[in-house]
């Protein structure tokens, strides 16, 4: 499962007060680090090895949504979550973020945002390695018999980490507070 | 209804002088007669001339655009002026040209006073820099809007803002942009500073423990729930709803909120029924909010299919009930529960049974007050067609 200690956070407010209370929130699960600009907050997604951001909408000079469309221009494996006092329209449809805060944010909202978006992230990693291994398995057993695979200790091993993949992922699943989403998934499977 | 409206339109108004908006440019459309008037720095003007295909009057001061106007105003169909003061302030401009057809005001989305101050001297709309990628595209797009003719149609409603909130809906499709835009400057300039005060009393918490700290934090949270209210009443004047199959029980499930101690107890099975889910969640959380708000947090909610009559036999439609078990209302108040403004709790904002009767009245169901087996409130909702 995630290890959180392992994550570092990127939060992007203009408002020093805001951002540091966002620290505040965050600062004993995961590695924080505070840019109130959306150009500072380039230069630290340059320098350093991020895992999520957590990016205010509007901020003086470059904005929230231009950080997010460089960090899609760049292909950058980044967890987005926008923080925003408007409340969502229908454009954030082709907002490249994977969360959407609306402020005021209270502590328990900024955590179960963050810790989702990073469920989600391991979801999708997890899904990812079992349709590659899953492939694997449908080439092997095509082309040879289950007795002659029965002889084989790399192919049990292969079984094995599937079928541990498919109780990772069903806990992934449970894993999710949100019912709606919990429901999405096991709606998927 | 329409006396409900302006009672809650009234509380916008309110509000709306304290807004802090910031704009750069103020548009005045002027009729169609071919030019536009750029009131801004010479080389800016150049780049809106090279995007447009009409003829651009750029004049560096206010002074100069005020003069030029006065004597040649015929020929101008839109003018831009960039808030740049002293030598260019859009406020004496428009305070100067207030009479005029109308304006629109263009925020940069930093501190924006100015703006909110401008919308009530006669601006039409506004360009915020910081939501769009190129500047001078962005004017390009507003002046052609103008002069399109898109916004003529909301001008009269900007100007009759005081009217109330039906008379805005200049649109046959029951949307008005500039409500739009004046509800997304209440959520940003009204939100982001209690998110700054949220997060202030957060830290300061970890410095002291202070009973004042949780009052104001209380006191914030009112003042989300009431800007909540209000934004929902301006984007959403009239509820058509679009009726379909929704899961009553699914609904009530997902309207309860467990931050409190209180408790929810569904007595009976909850049918398939024809409504719209967002809107009866919406009425769901009002009456559950409700409930917390004048019996506490320890309350004791009960819903529950109110048995059916002959009557609604007849009809095929069910009854809901929810019951509480807090003090009740008294029969005297019973009807007034249902109008916008009025609370009988001090954390109350007074538009939380007002919504419920709105989407009551356009689900083409009826709703009564009266009291449950142990003296508290019980609101039962009648009409329901179950689907």
Not at chain 1, 122 to 129: A, D, M, Q, R, V
Not at chain 2, 205 to 220: G, H, I, N
Not at chain 2, 253 to 272: C, F, G
Not at chain 2, 285 to 307: K, Q, Y
Request: overall charge negative; aromatic content about 6%; hydrophobic content about 35%.
């Amino acid at each position: 499962m995630i290890d959180k200690d392992d994550k570092t956070v990127l939060i992007v407010d203009d408002e020093q007060m805001v951002a540091e209370s966002y620290e505040l929130y965050l600062g004993d699960d995961y590695e924080t680090i505070v840019e109130y600009s959306g150009g500072a907050a380039l230069m630290e997604l340059d320098e350093n090895d991020i895992d999520l951001v957590l990016v205010d909408r509007r901020m003086p000079g470059m904005s929230g949504d231009v950080v997010i469309d460089h960090i899609e221009q760049w292909k950058m494996d980044i967890q987005v979550i926008m923080v925003t006092a408007v409340d969502p329209d229908i454009d954030i449809i082709d907002m490249p973020c994977d969360g959407y805060l609306t402020k005021p944010v209270s502590e328990t909202e900024m955590l179960d945002a963050v810790e989702r978006a990073f469920l989600i992230d391991y979801y999708e990693k997890l899904i990812s390695e079992y349709n590659r291994l899953s492939e694997k398995y449908e080439i092997l057993t095509a082309e040879f018999s289950s007795r002659e695979l029965a002889k084989k200790d790399r192919f049990a091993d292969l079984e094995r980490q599937i079928e541990e993949m498919e109780q990772d992922i069903a806990d992934t699943v449970e894993g999710f507070s949100d019912s709606k989403i919990s429901d999405a998934f096991r709606r998927l499977h | 209804m329409n006396s409900q409206m302006w009672r809650s339109t009234n509380r916008t108004e309110l509000i709306g002088p304290e807004l802090l908006l910031q704009y750069s440019y103020t548009f005045i459309i002027m009729n169609n007669k071919g030019r536009i008037l750029f009131i801004g720095p010479e080389p800016q003007g150049s780049v809106i001339e090279s995007l447009v295909t009409r003829t651009v009057v750029i004049k560096e001061t206010t002074a100069e655009g005020v003069s030029y106007l006065t004597n040649d105003r015929n020929n101008v169909d839109c003018v831009v002026v960039v808030h740049d003061p002293p030598k260019r302030d859009c406020m004496s401009f428009l305070e100067t040209v207030s009479s005029e057809p109308p304006v629109i005001v263009a925020p940069d989305g930093g501190s924006s006073k100015l703006a909110t101050r401008a919308l009530g001297a006669g601006a039409t709309s506004y360009v915020d820099p910081a939501a769009v990628e190129t500047e001078s595209n962005a004017v390009v797009d507003e002046i052609n809007r103008c002069l399109s003719g898109e916004t003529d149609a909301t001008h009269e409603s900007h100007r009759n803002i005081t009217r109330g909130k039906r008379e805005m809906m200049a649109h046959p499709d029951g949307t008005d942009e500039r409500i739009e835009k004046v509800a997304s400057m209440i959520s940003h300039e009204l939100r982001n500073p209690i998110q700054k005060a949220n997060s202030g009393i957060d830290l300061a918490r970890t410095e002291c423990e202070s009973a004042y700290l949780d009052e104001v934090a209380e006191t914030l949270d009112r003042m989300d729930q009431l800007i909540d209210s209000l934004l929902d009443q301006l984007k959403h004047d009239v509820i058509t709803p679009e009726m379909e199959p929704v899961d009553l029980a699914a609904v009530v499930d997902d309207s309860w909120y467990d931050r409190t101690s209180a408790k929810l107890v569904v007595e009976s099975p909850l049918p398939m029924i024809s409504a719209e889910e967002t809107r009866l969640r919406q009425l769901l959380e009002n009456l559950f909010r409700n409930a917390v708000e004048h019996a506490g947090e320890t309350v004791t909610i009960r819903v529950g299919v109110i048995e059916p009559t002959e009557r609604s036999h007849a009809d095929d439609s069910i009854g809901l009930y929810v019951a509480d078990d807090g003090p009740g209302i008294k029969p005297a108040q019973r009807e007034v529960v249902f109008e916008y403004g009025y609370t009988g709790s001090e954390d109350g904002t007074g538009f939380g049974l007002g919504i419920v009767t709105e989407i009551i009245e356009a689900f083409g169901w009826d709703i009564i007050v009266t009291e449950s087996h142990n003296g508290g409130a019980r609101f039962e909702i009648r009409g329901i067609k179950t689907a």
